[in-house]
């Protein structure tokens, strides 16, 4: 079995970038696209990782950008839709 180089070295950068910026225990983490280029399992394994540590918890807050209305959708408890830089609506 080959394993891309390229997929392999996405996949732990990821982790990587996350175990980084959750050093020290940040109160607020901006997240930008942070599971592009994942496979799935790979993905849901980060969602659960991101859930475990944000999830209820009233000390830390997360900002997210992504284009994966699904990602979103696990990963969010409020979701604010932009078009042209304005916000247009927001769910929760």
Known sequence: MRIDKWVLFMHVDCQLTYMLSMMGGPRVVLM????????????????DTVLAVFNGSTRRCCLLTTHHM???????????????GQIQSVLH
């Open 32 to 47: 930008d696209e942070p599971s592009t280029g994942l496979d799935p399992v790979s993905r849901r394994f980060f969602w």
């Open 70 to 84: 699904e990602e979103a959708d696990v990963l969010c408890g409020r979701v604010a839709i932009m078009i042209n």
